[in-house]
């Protein structure tokens, strides 16, 4: 897409979330945010072979499984924070609410 200065940016003029895959000095794919479809906000690992590659991928597949398992472990913590943190803000409200209740019945 675009570029200012070196940064690539999507069609939204945001910068993109594009990531390179390395082993070593090989590329092995890209991850990238799904942007369109029922899946949007998710990421997607676009994995490549390397034509003449040593037998790399069975290590490489396994670490990448566990990378995307602790991505997807922190989403869910993310959520969770975001929910708890909802969650606060009702209570901090209630608090207020209350307080202002109690303190015009004091006037009475």
Same mark, same amino acid.
């Given at each position: 897409?675009?570029?200012?200065?070196?940064?690539?940016? #999507?069609?939204?003029? /945001?910068? $993109?979330?594009?990531?390179?895959? =390395? %082993? *070593? @000095?090989?590329?092995?794919?890209?991850?990238?945010?799904?942007?369109?479809?029922?899946?949007?906000?998710?990421?997607?690992?676009?994995?490549?072979?390397?034509?003449?590659?040593?037998?790399?991928?069975?290590?490489?597949? #396994?670490?990448?499984? /566990?990378? $995307?398992?602790?991505?997807?472990? =922190? %989403? *869910? @913590?993310?959520?969770?924070?975001?929910?708890?943190?909802?969650?606060?803000?009702?209570?901090?409200?209630?608090?207020?609410?209350?307080?202002?209740?109690?303190?015009?019945?004091?006037?009475?």
């Amino acid at each position: 897409m675009g570029s200012d200065m070196g940064v690539e940016t #999507g069609i939204d003029g /945001k910068p $993109d979330e594009d990531y390179q895959g =390395l %082993e *070593g @000095e090989i590329s092995i794919g890209r991850v990238y945010p799904i942007l369109q479809t029922l899946k949007a906000g998710k990421r997607f690992w676009a994995i490549q072979y390397p034509k003449g590659a040593k037998a790399w991928l069975p290590e490489a597949a #396994g670490r990448l499984d /566990k990378l $995307d398992k602790q991505l997807t472990a =922190l %989403e *869910g @913590e993310m959520r969770t924070l975001d929910m708890q943190e909802l969650r606060l803000s009702a209570v901090e409200k209630q608090t207020s609410d209350a307080a202002v209740s109690m303190r015009s019945l004091e006037g009475h």
